[in-house]
């Protein structure tokens, strides 16, 4: 992403290996959620 912002998720192995996710693929994602918890590195602040 832009200016080296990442977005991190957590899936079960048999979803990366049923979508052929690789550590280091780039892929896309459509998020759609009622909850969503964001975080920040404070080391960074």
Known sequence: M???VQIVSVI???S???MKIAEGK???A???AS???LA?????C
């Open 2 to 4: 832009p200016g080296g």
């Open 12 to 14: 079960t192995k048999e």
């Open 16 to 18: 990366a290996e049923a």
């Open 26 to 28: 780039e892929i896309s």
């Open 30 to 32: 459509v998020i759609k």
């Open 35 to 37: 909850h969503v918890m």
């Open 40 to 44: 920040i590195d404070c080391e960074a």
